[in-house]
C-alpha cells in the first residue's frame, strides 16, 4: 500500500512538474507568439517598423525561414545566383514599381509572389489559365530562334539589348534592330525598362538575371527562359509569409 501511494505521488509529482514546466515554458510563451503572429499579420510595415518588439518577431520567423527554405537558391544572404533574383537589391522583376505611395502595396505584391510562386504549373489542367495555375506570377520569354528568327537578327537584336544598357556597340545592327523591337516591348516596356505584371526585366540597367555577355543575351533570345518559384502559401504560415515579404522589402530598401 505503501508502494502503491508513493508510485502514485510520484506520478503526480512528475506530472505536476511536466504542466509546471510547459506552463513556464511552452505555453505562456506560445501565447505571446500567437499574440504577436496576429500583431504582425494585421500590422502594416511602417508600424511593424515602429514597434521593436514585432520588428524582432519579424526578423526571427524571416530569418528562419529564409535558411530553411530560401537560401538553397537565394543564397543565404538573398543576393541571387545566375538565373534566381537578388531579393534585396530593389530591383523587381514582379509586380513592385518603386512608384507606390505607401509600403503596404508592394509588401502585399512580393506577398503574392512567395504565396503563389512563379510559373508554378503544378496544379490540375483543368485550373490552369494561360499555362499557369491560378494566381501563379506567369509569363514566357519566347524562344525566338525556334519561333524562325535568324542568327543575323538575333545578333542584331543582342546589340540593342546592349545599346539599351548603355554600351558602344554596332549602330547599324541598332537601327535593324529598331524594327523588330516592337515585339519584345509587351514585356519589357517601350524604352526597356521592364514590365513588372509580366515579369520582363529591365533591359537599361547593369542587373542581369541570365548574364550580361554578348554570348549569354543571344542564349535568352534564341532559346527563352522560364524562370520557377515555388509557390510557399501551402508549405508556410501566413504570418510567416507576411514577415519573409515585409523582411525583404525592409532589406531591399537598405533597412
Ligand atoms: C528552387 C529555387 C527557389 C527557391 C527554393 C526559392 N526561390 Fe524565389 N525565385 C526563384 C527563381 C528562379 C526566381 C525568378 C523567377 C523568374 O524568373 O521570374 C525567384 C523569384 C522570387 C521572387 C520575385 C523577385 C522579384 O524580383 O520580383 C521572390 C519575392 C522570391 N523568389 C521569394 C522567395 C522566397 C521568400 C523563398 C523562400 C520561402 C524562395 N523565393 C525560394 C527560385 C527559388
Ligand atoms: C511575352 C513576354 C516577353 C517578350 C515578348 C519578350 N520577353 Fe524577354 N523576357 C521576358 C521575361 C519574363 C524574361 C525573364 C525570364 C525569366 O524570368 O525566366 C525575359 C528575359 C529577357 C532577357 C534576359 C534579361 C536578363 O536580365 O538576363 C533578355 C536579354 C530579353 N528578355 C530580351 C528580349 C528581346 C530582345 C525580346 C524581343 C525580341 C524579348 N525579350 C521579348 C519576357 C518577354
Same mark, same amino acid.
Given at each position: 500500500?505503501?508502494?502503491?501511494i508513493?508510485v502514485?505521488?510520484?506520478?503526480?509529482?512528475?506530472?505536476?512538474i511536466?504542466?509546471?514546466?510547459?506552463?513556464l515554458?511552452?505555453?505562456?510563451?506560445?501565447?505571446?507568439?500567437?499574440?504577436?503572429? +496576429?500583431?504582425?499579420?494585421?500590422?502594416?510595415?511602417?508600424?511593424?517598423q515602429?514597434?521593436?518588439?514585432?520588428?524582432?518577431?519579424?526578423? =526571427?520567423?524571416?530569418?528562419?525561414?529564409?535558411d530553411?527554405?530560401?537560401?538553397?537558391?537565394?543564397?543565404?544572404?538573398?543576393?541571387?545566383?545566375?538565373? *534566381?533574383?537578388n531579393?534585396?537589391?530593389?530591383?523587381w522583376?514582379w509586380?513592385?514599381?518603386?512608384?507606390?505611395?505607401t509600403a503596404?502595396?508592394?509588401?502585399? +505584391?512580393?506577398?503574392?509572389?512567395?504565396?503563389y510562386g512563379?510559373?508554378?504549373? =503544378?496544379?490540375?489542367d483543368a485550373?490552369?489559365?494561360?499555362?499557369?495555375?491560378? =494566381?501563379?506570377?506567369?509569363?514566357?520569354?519566347?524562344?525566338?530562334?525556334?519561333?524562325?528568327?535568324?542568327?543575323?537578327?538575333?545578333?542584331?537584336?543582342?546589340?540593342?539589348?546592349l545599346?539599351?544598357?548603355?554600351?558602344? *556597340?554596332?549602330?547599324?545592327?541598332? +537601327?535593324?534592330?529598331?524594327d523588330?523591337?516592337p *515585339?519584345?516591348?509587351?514585356?519589357?516596356?517601350e =524604352?526597356?525598362?521592364?514590365?513588372?505584371?509580366?515579369?520582363?526585366?529591365?533591359?537599361?540597367?547593369?542587373?542581369?538575371l541570365?548574364?550580361?555577355?554578348?554570348?549569354e543575351?543571344?542564349?535568352v533570345?534564341?532559346?527563352?527562359?522560364l524562370? *520557377?518559384?515555388?509557390?510557399?502559401?501551402?508549405?508556410?504560415?501566413?504570418?510567416?509569409?507576411?514577415?519573409?515579404?515585409?523582411?525583404?522589402?525592409?532589406?531591399?530598401?537598405?533597412?
Open positions: 500500500m505503501q508502494n502503491l508513493s502514485f505521488n510520484s506520478h503526480r509529482m512528475s506530472f505536476a511536466i504542466a509546471l514546466a510547459s506552463c515554458l511552452s505555453s505562456p510563451l506560445q501565447a505571446q507568439n500567437a499574440e504577436l503572429d +496576429e500583431r504582425l499579420l494585421l500590422a502594416s510595415p511602417e508600424a511593424v515602429a514597434d521593436a518588439e514585432l520588428l524582432a518577431h519579424m526578423n =526571427d520567423l524571416a530569418e528562419e525561414a529564409v530553411n527554405h530560401c537560401a538553397e537558391c537565394h543564397a543565404e544572404d538573398l543576393s541571387g545566383g545566375p538565373g *534566381v533574383p531579393l534585396v537589391d530593389f530591383d522583376l509586380g513592385v514599381t518603386g512608384l507606390e505611395m503596404v502595396e508592394p509588401v502585399m +505584391e512580393i506577398m503574392q509572389t512567395i504565396t512563379v510559373r508554378n504549373t =503544378d496544379c490540375d485550373i490552369k489559365m494561360f499555362g499557369g495555375c491560378p =494566381d501563379t506570377r506567369y509569363s514566357e520569354m519566347p524562344a525566338y530562334a525556334q519561333l524562325g528568327m535568324d542568327e543575323d537578327m538575333i545578333n542584331n537584336l543582342v546589340d540593342y539589348v545599346y539599351l544598357s548603355g554600351e558602344d *556597340v554596332n549602330p547599324f545592327a541598332v +537601327e535593324v534592330a529598331a523588330v523591337w *515585339v519584345c516591348t509587351e514585356c519589357h516596356g =524604352d526597356g525598362s521592364g514590365y513588372k505584371p509580366f515579369g520582363g526585366p529591365d533591359l537599361t540597367d547593369d542587373i542581369w541570365y548574364g550580361g555577355s554578348g554570348q543575351i543571344y542564349d533570345i534564341a532559346n527563352g527562359r524562370g *520557377v518559384c515555388p509557390p510557399w502559401g501551402q508549405e508556410l504560415s501566413a504570418v510567416t509569409i507576411k514577415a519573409l515579404s515585409t523582411y525583404i522589402y525592409f532589406r531591399a530598401n537598405g533597412f
